[in-house]
């Protein structure tokens, strides 16, 4: 039997809330791999020019996404200054990157457990 075409497909289980900070921290992560310390700079003050612009309006002032990546770039642009000439960044030795993949796995983790201990739906 073919399902319906107006059928609506759930999900098993309760979905985790989006989390635009987390978006945001996980983007930059993948953009900053392979950047240069000069490359991040320069990324790091466009990123502050655009907080500078979002602060100025209503609507975008309160952007947890654009803040949380502003913080990262700020980070990453300081890991790369101490790491000295030369160094290019990449997540897995970059401490925080490390920390959120590995709570990130955890809450993933953590949901597989909560729909296995729930079984099928019926």
Known sequence: MRTPRHA???PPGPREP???ARIGRRVVHRRATGMT?????ATLEEARFFARQASRHEDLADDSR???E???WERIDQLLAAAGP???YGPQSDDGAR???AAYAAREAEL???RADRGPRG
């Open 18 to 20: 989006v989390d635009p």
């Open 37 to 41: 310390a000069d490359a991040v700079a």
């Open 99 to 101: 920390a959120e993949l």
């Open 112 to 114: 597989a457990r909560s």
């Open 8 to 10: 609506v497909h759930r």
């Open 66 to 68: 654009g803040r949380a």
């Open 70 to 72: 502003l913080a990262v």
């Open 86 to 88: 030369g160094a290019v």
